[in-house]
């Protein structure tokens, strides 16, 4: 399973975003824009990446998409390098066609299945996060960090009554 998402720009009147696949939540997606992706700049070239499988901390080099996260060897799973650190792009390292970004306005983002909208203000340098509604109107978005408390919220509940 992963929990998809879009993560976009504000282009005057306009909104360039991406599709990532894997760890779209608050807690995950969310968190490392807030943590990592706040520079106009970089935030640019992230956007320029194209549709991720997932986000890192940074954008990377070119790599092998099948052993990122990990692999087997002699019978043992061993982490990949760049796992959680650099992005892992569909067009950059597995070569795939149509991965650029896309420009629509902020009613009318793409449907990629995704559960969270990511929307970042170059100018105030701000990320902003929404819900995506499956059967009715699209909430508004709100400032990322109240989105990051409420998902840890709902995850510390969880812990305290599920106990281990």
């Known amino acids: 399973m992963s929990t998809r998402s879009r993560i976009g720009v504000i282009r005057g009147e306009k909104i360039e975003s991406v599709y990532c696949h894997f760890d779209g939540y608050p807690t995950g997606v969310g968190a490392t824009l807030a943590a990592h992706w706040m ?3 970089k935030v640019d070239a992230l956007i320029g990446l194209g549709d991720l499988s997932a986000l890192g901390e940074e954008i990377g080099e070119a790599h092998d998409f099948d052993t990122h996260t990990g692999s087997y060897v002699d019978g043992e799973y061993v982490i990949g390098e760049h796992s959680g650190k650099w992005c ?3 067009g950059r390292d597995r070569g795939e066609d149509r991965t650029e970004a896309g420009t629509h ?3 009318a983002w793409p449907d990629s299945g995704q559960e969270w909208e990511y929307l970042y203000e170059p100018i105030g340098h701000t990320w902003q996060c929404r819900e995506r509604a ?3 109107p699209a909430q508004a978005f709100e400032g990322i960090q109240l ?3 409420r998902e840890q919220k709902r995850i510390d509940e969880y812990l305290a ?3 281990a």
Request: aromatic share 16%.
């Open 147 to 149: 989105w990051i408390a």
């Open 105 to 107: 306005t902020i009613d």
């Open 88 to 90: 892992l792009a569909y």
């Open 161 to 163: 009554s599920h106990p």
């Open 134 to 136: 499956w059967n009715g």
């Open 39 to 41: 520079d106009p700049e």
